[in-house]
């Protein structure tokens, strides 16, 4: 069993639709977890990032994260077009910089989003 | 502008051939790192060094090689032992090693296809 699992879709919704992408995880010391985007042969690019549990909002994005289920989501109201990419979940437990343990994520495998017109 | 530079973006080897790709960062970032992303695989992180002239292997290093005698490069050598080479690679860097304060940035990859 993955740490980390995310269905990699593709999901295909109309333009306007409200979006809700998903990741669960076994390891219960995640702490911090963060949303991703990529499009399509390009570098993902951090949207949010929380820590520990509830909700955090940024325009059309809501994460939220439920540590009691080892589950956590991406909500995005009126999807646009330009909404369309992969969306990969991420997740770490805290890595103190003093002891030398250096920036460790799990990535879940991302879920591919297509908006359409 | 600030950010992570890879190059090339597509490169073609021969099996048994060693290659290495570019990254270079003008973020004034501490750490940077190596990911390997495979279709449905999460990213994987091959090497990391938090400061220049030190670096760890990752979860998957077998085959690879790294350099950090720059704080702006982290260049990746995947080597001959590396048994599945082709894959689409990503160089990232970030503030320090907490994750909280310092998300990762990512460049653009370098796809590799071995035949």
């Known amino acids: 069993q993955k740490e980390v699992e995310q269905d990699p879709g593709p999901l295909s919704v109309p333009e306007g639709a409200i979006v809700s992408l998903n990741c669960t995880y076994s390891n219960s010391a995640f702490q911090y977890f963060m949303w991703y985007r990529q499009y399509s042969r390009k570098g993902p690019e951090l949207l949010m990032y929380?820590?520990?549990?509830g909700n955090k909002e940024d325009g059309r994005f809501t994460a939220q994260v439920d540590k009691s289920s080892k589950y956590i989501s991406l909500f995005i109201r009126d999807s646009q077009p330009s909404d369309s990419a992969t969306y990969l979940c991420a997740m770490s437990a805290e890595i103190s910089w003093l002891t030398g343990g250096g920036n460790k994520l799990t990535f879940g495998t991302g879920t591919q989003l297509k908006v359409e017109l | 502008d600030g950010g992570i530079t890879q190059s090339p973006k597509y490169l073609f080897r021969k099996e048994g051939q060693n290659v290495t790709l570019s990254c270079e960062q003008n973020?004034?970032?501490?750490?940077m790192y190596w990911y390997r992303q495979d279709p449905g695989q999460g990213l994987r992180l091959i090497y990391y060094?938090?400061?220049?002239?030190?670096?760890q292997k990752g979860d998957i290093a077998e085959g690879y090689s790294v350099s950090r005698e720059k704080k702006e490069s982290f260049p990746l050598t995947v080597t001959s032992a590396q048994k599945n080479p082709t894959a689409f690679y990503l160089c990232?860097?970030?503030?320090?090693?907490?994750?909280?304060?310092?998300?990762?940035?990512f460049g653009n990859g370098t796809r590799l296809t071995v035949t």
């Open positions: 060094s938090q400061i220049v002239n030190d670096f």
């Open positions: 929380t820590y520990s549990s």
């Open positions: 973020l004034n970032h501490d750490a």
């Open positions: 990232a860097s970030s503030i320090g090693g907490q994750v909280y304060n310092s998300p990762l940035h």
